[in-house]
């Protein structure tokens, strides 16, 4: 069996490439929901925002997430941080990253059923949310304020 020395800087990549491409989608989906929100329902444009949406979620979004969650607890259970102030925090913070996923997940679906009632403003207020929390995340790992 191959020892965790070995395959720990494979995983740690796996999670930060996950967790970039997971951050990526995190922060477009919503700029996507402000400019859909201008197109008129049953539009080519409309529906264009409809495809673009439904595969960010399903191909790139979904997958980054569950990926960046697996090698996270990986990495978490094998070097014992579960006990740590800072890994709570950011436990914490990728919790809340994650309902907003899902909240985006919602919207997608409102979207391509062309029942959405929220404004572009709305969504971009949703926009800051990730950032914020991708901050306190990154703070909790590199500063380990507690």
């Not at 996270?72 to 950011?90: M, N, P, R, T, V």
Request: hydrophobic share 55%; charged share 15%; proline share 3%.
């Amino acid at each position: 069996m191959i020892e965790w020395v070995y395959i720990y800087p494979w995983v740690k990549t796996l999670h930060v490439v996950a967790v970039i491409s997971w951050m990526a989608g995190m922060l477009y989906m919503p700029r996507l929901f402000v400019y859909h929100c201008t197109a008129e329902v049953g539009s080519k444009q409309s529906e264009t925002f409809k495809i673009m949406e439904r595969r960010l979620y399903r191909a790139i979004m979904n997958p980054a997430m569950l990926v960046a969650w697996v090698a996270g607890l990986a990495i978490a259970w094998e070097q014992d941080y579960f006990a740590s102030g800072w890994f709570h925090g950011k436990l914490a913070a990728v919790v809340l990253m994650t309902i907003i996923h899902l909240m985006l997940g919602r919207y997608v679906r409102d979207f391509a059923a062309d029942r959405n009632t929220r404004s572009h403003k709305f969504y971009r207020v949703i926009n800051e949310i990730p950032t914020v929390l991708m901050v306190a995340a990154v703070i909790f790992v590199i500063v380990k304020p507690f």
